[in-house]
């Protein structure tokens, strides 16, 4: 490719504009380039701003107008990029998004105007780990709680945990059961080995040596786990993958961690087992509903719940994977090599 590449850095208040830009001068030092700046807000409502695409700024006119004067790339986290802003944008020969997939690109309206799209996968997959295991120690050791009487409410009460009876569990030696083995299951069991967990491992689409012990059914794993995390992807056959009859088969005690995807995990059945005592504990960070409504059950079950709001891959290297990530496809395609992770 010769001439300037017209590049529109549409970030957000993660993966900053200025990430992006930078990224992209430090990948293409011996091509000329001119970068627009563009900053996003988050999407308003769960699903995006239109059907087509999902997890989505409501943004589109501005979108439009920064890619009006020849942008041929776009690198975005929340765009929607729509039939419309493609319809509108006929230079544009490259969206790269920076997030494990590109929710908020309509692939068909892109393949039809000739507009390869890239992601990042794996950008947050450290991120996401360190953050489960975090949960995890939160919940068996109930520590929000804790801090919550003594920095809070100023009571000394939590030492009551500090007795056999509510005092928690450790990881050392404990059977850990994980759902899924992808970039961020395979990271925890590797963490989860190093403090002496018993890991137990069900994905059945991967294959070759893992961490832990490889179990051939859900139902096994789940009845031998004290502790479930779940790391599968959100698919039409995983939804709701762990409901009423999964948690019974879960040993009297035992712990639940979601910091995947919401919809994995059948809340109120999960409320219903925490509730009645079959669980003693959750830790979650996604949700069926995002953001969690108010008057979710989950609120109410504070002592057995440790709850954050979506924030397992919010680490500032992750920003800066993201745009080096997406920097390198851009690279690819300038240089006109094949995408790392490309659909078109």
């Given at each position: 490719?010769?001439?300037?590449?017209?590049?529109?850095?549409?970030?957000?208040?993660?993966?900053?504009?200025?990430?992006?830009?930078?990224?992209?001068?430090?990948?293409?030092?011996?091509?000329?380039?001119?970068?627009?700046?563009?900053?996003?807000?988050?999407?308003?409502?769960?699903?995006?701003?239109?059907?087509?695409?999902?997890?989505?700024?409501?943004?589109?006119?501005?979108?439009?107008?920064?890619?009006?004067?020849?942008?041929?790339?776009?690198?975005?986290?929340?765009?929607?990029?729509?039939?419309?802003?493609?319809?509108?944008?006929?230079?544009?020969?490259?969206?790269?998004?920076?997030?494990?997939?590109?929710?908020?690109?309509?692939?068909?309206?892109?393949?039809?105007?000739?507009?390869?799209?890239?992601?990042?996968?794996?950008?947050?997959?450290?991120?996401?780990?360190?953050?489960?295991?975090?949960?995890?120690?939160?919940?068996?050791?109930?520590?929000?709680?804790?801090?919550?009487?003594?920095?809070?409410?100023?009571?000394?009460?939590?030492?009551?945990?500090?007795?056999?009876?509510?005092?928690g569990l450790e990881l050392a030696d404990l059977p850990v059961g994980l759902v899924g083995y992808g970039a961020v299951g395979s990271r925890v069991a590797r963490v989860l080995c190093a403090f002496g967990a018993r890991v137990m491992v069900y994905?059945?689409?991967?294959?070759?040596?893992?961490?832990?012990?490889?179990?051939?059914?859900?139902?096994?794993?789940?009845?031998?786990s004290r502790v479930i995390t779940l790391h599968a992807r959100l698919t039409p056959e995983t939804r709701a993958l762990i409901g009423a009859r999964e948690l019974a088969l879960l040993p009297p005690g035992a712990v639940v961690v979601n910091a995947?995807?919401?919809?994995?995990?059948?809340?109120?059945?999960?409320?219903?087992?925490?509730?009645?005592?079959?669980?003693?504990?959750?830790?979650?960070?996604?949700?069926?509903?995002?953001?969690?409504?108010?008057?979710?059950?989950?609120?109410?079950?504070?002592?057995?719940?440790?709850?954050?709001?979506?924030?397992?891959?919010?680490?500032?290297?992750?920003?800066?994977?993201?745009?080096?990530?997406?920097?390198?496809?851009?690279?690819?395609?300038?240089?006109?090599?094949?995408?790392?992770?490309?659909?078109?």
């Amino acid at each position: 490719m010769t001439g300037t590449l017209r590049v529109v850095a549409a970030g957000d208040h993660f993966v900053l504009p200025s990430l992006i830009e930078s990224a992209v001068v430090e990948e293409l030092r011996e091509h000329p380039c001119e970068v627009r700046q563009l900053t996003l807000g988050w999407p308003l409502e769960p699903f995006g701003p239109v059907a087509e695409v999902t997890e989505a700024s409501d943004a589109e006119d501005e979108l439009i107008e920064a890619l009006s004067d020849d942008r041929e790339v776009l690198i975005t986290q929340m765009a929607p990029v729509t039939e419309r802003v493609l319809e509108a944008s006929p230079s544009l020969r490259l969206v790269v998004v920076c997030r494990g997939g590109p929710v908020n690109v309509n692939l068909d309206a892109a393949a039809s105007h000739d507009v390869r799209v890239c992601f990042a996968p794996g950008r947050n997959s450290a991120a996401t780990a360190e953050f489960t295991v975090g949960l995890m120690l939160a919940a068996l050791r109930r520590i929000p709680q804790a801090h919550d009487l003594l920095a809070r409410q100023g009571s000394w009460q939590g030492a009551a945990y500090y007795t056999y009876e509510h005092s928690g569990l450790e990881l050392a030696d404990l059977p850990v059961g994980l759902v899924g083995y992808g970039a961020v299951g395979s990271r925890v069991a590797r963490v989860l080995c190093a403090f002496g967990a018993r890991v137990m491992v069900y994905d059945p689409y991967v294959h070759g040596e893992i961490h832990g012990l490889r179990v051939s059914s859900l139902d096994e794993l789940l009845a031998a786990s004290r502790v479930i995390t779940l790391h599968a992807r959100l698919t039409p056959e995983t939804r709701a993958l762990i409901g009423a009859r999964e948690l019974a088969l879960l040993p009297p005690g035992a712990v639940v961690v979601n910091a995947a995807r919401g919809p994995l995990l059948d809340e109120d059945a999960l409320c219903d087992a925490l509730e009645n005592g079959r669980l003693s504990a959750a830790a979650l960070d996604t949700y069926e509903r995002e953001p969690l409504p108010p008057g979710s059950r989950l609120l109410g079950l504070a002592e057995r719940v440790v709850l954050t709001p979506h924030l397992g891959g919010a680490s500032r290297a992750t920003a800066e994977k993201a745009a080096a990530i997406a920097a390198g496809e851009v690279g690819r395609w300038v240089r006109g090599e094949p995408p790392a992770h490309g659909l078109a």
